[in-house]
C-alpha cells in the first residue's frame, strides 16, 4: 500500500527559488492537506482541499500555493523562497472530514531548507 | 493563540509502568480530539480518538480521558513500551475540516 507519497523527500532552495512539492494519494481520498512543522512546535495548516477544484487556506498560507485537478494529487507550489519557509512539510489524506471519525494519513514528510 | 497546548516537552517513563501525557484546550468549540504518534523521519500516524459526547475511550493499551469541563484530555498508556518512544500529538478539530495540533510531547520509555 502506497498511502499519501510525498516528493522529494530533501531539498536545499536558495532565497528567491521557487518549487513544487508533489504530493499523491492512491485511497481515492476526498480530503487533501499540507502541513508544515518547524523545530519544537506542532503541525500548523497550510491549505486543504476537499475534492478536486476545490482548495481553501489553512493558518499558514502566505509564500505558497496549491492546485487539486485531480483527486490523487495535491501539488505545494513555493514561490520566492524565503528563510522563513525552512521546514518539514507534510501532505495529508482523509476519506471526509476528521470529526466525523475518518482517520487521516499523513505522507514521511519533505525536508526543506532555504539558504 | 495556541488552542492546543501540550506544556509537558518530554516525558521519561519506566518501561511497564503507566505514560500519561496530558493536552489543554482553550476553543469550547472542539468536539473531536485525537491522539497521533511519531517516529523520527516519519509522518504522524493516528492513535486514538475521542468524540465529545464521551469521557472515555479505550483501544488495548491506550485509553483517552476526557473532561470537558476542564478543557483537558489525557492520554495513559500502560504498560509503557520501548516502542512507545515517540513524539505524541494531541490535536481537536470542530464540525469542519481542520486540525489544530498541540506542539507535541517526546515519550522516552526507558528499559
Known amino acids: 500500500n502506497a498511502g499519501v507519497t510525498q516528493t522529494p523527500k530533501f531539498r536545499i532552495l536558495k532565497i528567491g527559488q521557487s518549487m513544487t512539492l508533489q504530493c499523491t494519494q492512491d485511497?481515492?481520498?476526498?480530503?487533501m492537506y499540507w502541513y508544515r512543522q518547524d523545530p519544537g512546535m506542532g503541525l500548523k495548516l497550510i491549505y486543504y482541499?476537499?475534492?478536486?477544484?476545490?482548495?481553501d487556506k489553512g493558518e499558514v498560507p502566505n509564500g505558497y500555493n496549491v492546485s487539486r485537478s485531480t483527486t490523487e494529487d495535491f501539488p505545494l507550489r513555493l514561490e520566492l523562497a524565503a528563510p522563513s519557509q525552512t521546514s518539514v512539510y507534510f501532505c495529508a489524506s482523509s476519506y471526509s472530514t476528521p470529526g466525523s471519525g475518518n482517520t487521516i494519513y499523513f505522507g514521511e514528510g519533505s525536508w526543506l531548507t532555504v539558504v | 493563540d495556541q488552542q492546543v497546548k501540550q506544556n509537558s516537552p518530554s516525558l521519561s517513563v519506566q518501561e511497564g509502568r503507566i505514560s500519561i501525557l496530558n493536552c489543554d484546550y482553550t476553543?469550547?468549540?472542539?468536539?473531536?480530539f485525537l491522539w497521533y504518534k511519531k517516529y523520527p523521519a516519519e509522518g504522524p500516524t493516528f492513535l486514538i480518538s475521542i468524540s465529545s459526547i464521551k469521557d472515555k475511550n479505550e483501544d488495548g493499551r491506550f485509553t483517552v480521558f476526557l473532561n470537558k469541563s476542564a478543557k483537558h484530555l489525557s492520554l495513559h498508556i500502560v504498560p509503557s513500551q520501548p516502542g512507545d518512544s515517540a513524539v505524541y500529538f494531541c490535536a481537536a478539530c470542530t464540525g469542519n475540516e481542520k486540525l489544530t495540533f498541540g506542539t507535541g510531547t517526546r515519550l522516552t520509555i526507558i528499559p
Open positions: 482541499s476537499v475534492g478536486a477544484g476545490i482548495t
Open positions: 485511497m481515492n481520498h476526498n480530503y
Open positions: 476553543n469550547s468549540m472542539f468536539d473531536y
